[in-house]
């Protein structure tokens, strides 16, 4: 192809992909509340309970992840069009397809007195962020970098990751209390094959590490998926024996930074994930697979109610997973599961009008979603 011609090509495409950058940023900018990165706002559907007003819900997905096109890549789509690689002398970044393995956190914000919601991404080419835990004005969540996990405290409104309580071991599963002072999480630190579970108190002077206390330490069971309550009073983890894919559920209160009066939701092990906790300690919830089917596990601890939450058997997926109680106990936020991969949705079961409303359709797939946030 004429080296002209090529340049030519290779000058409209990069206008047309200028213009689609500068659509999809005012689309995505309009009526930005100021909450973490690339927020835009939202209309809820008419459905969407009053109560949920002023919630937020947060979860890990694979969305707001460029496209890259490399003008250096020989077999790429512009030197198939005979564009010469002088023409595109930079790297072009646009729209929100995944194309390499990034997890971020995203955050929705229920309006107060409007439907305009607003969505924000508040992690960005810096990790992989998986099981996020919300608190006032704070996300916890897991961080993989360079093979490492570590526990990353992160703020809702500018998006500012700070590493906390760091090791040279593997620590993950962090849950927050609401001002985001005290988190719980799980690591290998002190070489417990099967890990432990540990405290965190944010130091009281800047500068200072975060102080550490190990609230664990079986040789016969671990602990796993541990949950803290907003105000720091409950915990819940699952307790099975090592080597086991079974166990129980427990709730524990924490008292002078020790677990104490432990309660077991169920006799029997059963095969159980990703327990979840009211800030009251009432009601507890999680993930539970009942024939085959995973189904959302309700108990409350005061009346000794028991329930499951889900699709009958003719669901077309794995079923409802990864539940998370918010802290009023009014809700359960989980993952509808389903065999089409980007197809799985965010449903929010509300526990007094005993139905189901679901976000809007996400980008991208979704995993670990929790809700945060009370009526004002």
Known sequence: MNTRWGYLIGIIIVVVIVILLVMAYRSGMNGTSGIGLGSGTIESGPDRPENLNGRMVVWSTDANVPIEISGDNDEGVLDSAGVPDSAIPFDIHFGRNRVRDEWNIAAYQFSMGSRMDTLAYLTENSGNYTHPDPGGAYVVATVTRDGSQDIAKISIESGEVEIIAYSHSIDRWPSTTFDGSTVIFHSFRDQNPAGDLYLAHEPSTEGFEWEVTRLTDSGEYEYIWPEISESGTFVVAIERLIGEESGRVIRWELVDDQLTNAEYCYEEPRDVQFPTVCDRGWLVSWQENVDGLWKI???????????????????????????????DGKFVVFVADTEEYGDDRIGIFDLTERNVVYLPDPEGTVMFPAMTGREE
């Open 297 to 327: 596990a309700l108990v409350n601890l005061v009346t000794g109610t028991f329930e499951y939450l889900g699709p009958d058997e003719n669901y077309d997926g794995p079923g409802w997973i990864q539940p998370g109680i918010a802290p």
